[in-house]
């Protein structure tokens, strides 16, 4: 559809997918950047602690685990000798346009129908794989992340922002799943040794997939398409 033939509902729609295609690329950029190389600073990447009588937020899960706030995650990363992640794909959605109210908006005009690009909350989800313990040789298990981030309010973000010098802080997790999706050795079942069957073939289950670089070089090859269609 060209541009002379959009509506405005269709323009409004380009406008908020192309925003959060940007934020869900700059986020996972530095969020996975973070993980690898500076996880002192993970805390940073998490809304404010609000707990209520029927949830508490950050959310955050781990393979099983649940933590009551970033810092007691960012302890437990820490903890770990080595963290290294390989992403493979990348995809996102728009959850709700209007999530931070328009009189909360630095900068904002204060319409309810406006700056709803600012506004929006939006669901990120990443697959790759992560290589624990060693640099070289540590075992690689491939991993699925979903992630729903939240406009902070205490920064004034741009219209239309580009991240050109890089994600600051403008969106926040606000709930986080993390799950391995494949065995370690030490959890399979005795007598299947170093390797597992997937879809028929023998596999080494700490294998891993998909070429080195960082998540943005990734962000492409993952077939992000609008409206939060991707495919690996």
């Known amino acids: 559809m060209g541009d002379a033939t959009m509506t405005p509902e269709d323009s409004l729609a380009l406008s908020l997918d192309t925003t959060a295609c940007n934020v869900a690329e700059a986020f996972t950029d530095a969020y996975y950047n973070a993980l690898s190389k500076y996880r002192s600073t993970l805390s940073s990447f998490y809304c404010p602690k ?73 669901a990120v989800v990443v697959t790759g794989s992560l290589r624990l313990e060693e640099p070289a040789k540590g075992p690689m298990r491939e991993f699925a992340e979903t992630f729903v981030l939240i406009p902070n309010k205490d920064k004034q973000i741009s219209a239309h922002p580009q991240f050109k010098n890089g994600w600051d802080r403008e969106w926040l997790i ?19 040794g170093e390797a597992m069957k997937v879809d028929g073939g023998v596999k080494n289950a700490f294998q891993g997939r998909g070429a080195r670089g960082g998540p943005a070089r990734h962000f492409a090859a993952a077939g992000l398409f609008f409206k939060g269609k991707g495919k690996a």
């Open 174 to 192: 606000q709930t986080q799943n993390f799950r391995f999706t494949e065995w370690g050795v030490s959890e399979l079942g005795e007598g299947q």
């Open 50 to 122: 609000v707990i209520s009588t029927d949830s508490t937020v950050p959310s955050i899960y781990w393979n099983g685990e649940v933590y009551d706030d970033d810092l007691a995650f960012q302890s437990y990363i820490e903890s770990l000798t080595y963290t290294w992640a390989d992403i493979e794909s990348l995809d996102c959605t728009v959850l709700n346009t209007r999530f931070l109210p328009a009189a909360e908006l630095k900068g904002g005009s204060g319409d309810n129908d406006q700056d709803l690009e600012r506004r929006m909350q939006i």
